[in-house]
């Protein structure tokens, strides 16, 4: 295969990765049950609804992977340049303001508009939770870091990864040096930042996108071949589903309650990640491969919008479908799921 003909395999393959991905974060921002306490990322719940609680579970775990794999393939593309890196760097963090930080912007403040329509016409209404915001304490102040995210989640909370990818951006003529003069030492002190979930006092609010990131510059600049045979693949795909189930169940032997506990099994999800964001991008190589790859990828521009509009309509599209649940099985609790 010549050079463009690469490329543009890689490129359908992106496409087709964005939108497999987002779709598996909507999944994953699902959250719990209706009629469940227990949240999914504890693991199912051993007494009640098992099934269907050990499939929004294991969904959510296995795609845990998607932020990681996204962030190694923006860390990948933004260092794919031969010459004049600095004036490269400059201009592509420029374009990330467009790309990244106007929007972070725009469907935030649209979203703490939804939040005090809501407010105002149903003050007491559950559906103001997942907002996070204190309406008898706010000012003008909740209301920037509500946008922006400067110390807590954006109101529009999936945006944490827009956030955070847009300040690695930002960080990227530091990562350049690194990647320059230290990029194995820079490579295992940012994997020990990610494994301690170390945020940079508060810089990020995970370091999940700035270790992946990285990770993907490494590669780009190393010249690792971006590709992964089909039967790897599906060997790293069923450990990675073996060990996703198994952290599902983990509330069989763990408490989740427990910080030490909890603490142990975070670390586990954690490990588990990179091997993930191979086996799915193994994935993606052979879906895109396929003709139902090539009609995904054509999809990839939609990727965005769908990643930023999700919430906070999911919410109001499970209150409304679960009014509409004859009964409280697990069949009809994972139709709810899948239908919202």
């Given at each position: 295969?010549?050079?463009?003909?690469?490329?543009a395999?890689?490129?359908?393959?992106i496409?087709v990765?964005?939108?497999v991905?987002?779709?598996?974060?909507?999944?994953?921002h699902y959250?719990?049950?209706?009629?469940?306490?227990?949240?999914?990322?504890?693991?199912?719940d051993?007494?009640?609804h098992?099934?269907?609680t050990?499939?929004n579970?294991?969904?959510?775990?296995?795609?845990?992977?998607?932020?990681?794999?996204?962030?190694?393939?923006s860390?990948?593309l933004?260092f794919?340049?031969?010459?004049?890196?600095?004036e490269?760097?400059?201009?592509?963090?420029?374009?990330?303001?467009?790309?990244?930080f106007?929007?972070?912007?725009?469907?935030?403040?649209g979203?703490l508009a939804?939040?005090?329509?809501?407010?105002?016409?149903?003050?007491?209404?559950s559906?103001?939770?997942?907002?996070?915001i204190?309406f008898?304490?706010?000012?003008?102040?909740?209301?920037?870091?509500?946008?922006?995210?400067?110390?807590?989640?954006p109101?529009?909370?999936?945006?944490?990864?827009?956030?955070?990818?847009?300040v690695?951006?930002?960080?990227?003529?530091?990562?350049?040096?690194?990647?320059?003069?230290?990029?194995l030492?820079?490579?295992?002190?940012?994997?020990?930042?990610?494994?301690?979930?170390?945020?940079?006092f508060?810089?990020?609010?995970?370091?999940d996108?700035?270790?992946?990131?990285y990770?993907?510059?490494?590669?780009?600049?190393?010249?690792?071949?971006?590709r992964?045979?089909?039967?790897?693949?599906?060997?790293?795909?069923l450990?990675?589903?073996?060990?996703?189930?198994?952290?599902a169940?983990a509330?069989?032997a763990?408490?989740?309650?427990?910080?030490?506990?909890?603490?142990?099994?975070?670390?586990?999800?954690?490990?588990?990640?990179?091997l993930?964001?191979v086996?799915?991008?193994?994935?993606?190589?052979r879906?895109?491969?396929?003709?139902?790859?090539?009609?995904?990828?054509?999809?990839?521009?939609?990727?965005?919008?769908?990643?930023?509009?999700?919430?906070?309509?999911?919410?109001?599209?499970k209150?409304?479908?679960w009014?509409?649940?004859?009964?409280?099985?697990d069949?009809?609790?994972?139709?709810?799921?899948?239908?919202?």
């Amino acid at each position: 295969m010549n050079r463009s003909a690469e490329m543009a395999d890689l490129s359908g393959t992106i496409e087709v990765a964005r939108v497999v991905l987002v779709i598996g974060l909507v999944f994953l921002h699902y959250f719990a049950y209706p009629n469940s306490r227990v949240p999914p990322f504890e693991g199912f719940d051993p007494n009640h609804h098992q099934v269907a609680t050990f499939v929004n579970s294991f969904v959510l775990f296995f795609f845990f992977s998607a932020v990681p794999l996204l962030s190694t393939i923006s860390g990948w593309l933004f260092f794919g340049f031969s010459a004049r890196p600095w004036e490269a760097i400059r201009r592509r963090i420029g374009k990330r303001g467009w790309s990244l930080f106007v929007p972070l912007v725009i469907w935030n403040l649209g979203a703490l508009a939804i939040a005090f329509a809501l407010r105002a016409v149903a003050p007491t209404s559950s559906l103001l939770g997942p907002f996070g915001i204190d309406f008898a304490h706010f000012g003008l102040w909740d209301g920037v870091d509500a946008v922006l995210g400067l110390t807590r989640l954006p109101v529009a909370f999936q945006f944490w990864f827009v956030r955070d990818l847009f300040v690695t951006v930002l960080a990227s003529p530091l990562l350049w040096l690194m990647l320059r003069h230290a990029p194995l030492l820079a490579a295992a002190a940012l994997c020990v930042a990610w494994l301690a979930d170390f945020t940079f006092f508060g810089l990020f609010i995970r370091t999940d996108v700035l270790f992946f990131f990285y990770l993907g510059a490494l590669a780009r600049l190393r010249g690792v071949e971006p590709r992964v045979g089909w039967n790897t693949t599906k060997l790293l795909l069923l450990v990675y589903v073996v060990l996703m189930a198994l952290r599902a169940l983990a509330p069989l032997a763990f408490d989740p309650s427990q910080p030490d506990q909890r603490e142990m099994l975070d670390l586990f999800t954690r490990l588990a990640r990179p091997l993930g964001v191979v086996a799915c991008w193994g994935l993606c190589l052979r879906l895109a491969a396929t003709a139902w790859g090539e009609v995904i990828g054509r999809y990839g521009g939609f990727a965005f919008f769908l990643h930023a509009a999700h919430f906070p309509l999911i919410i109001f599209v499970k209150f409304v479908l679960w009014r509409l649940v004859p009964a409280e099985t697990d069949a009809w609790m994972i139709a709810h799921y899948a239908a919202s």
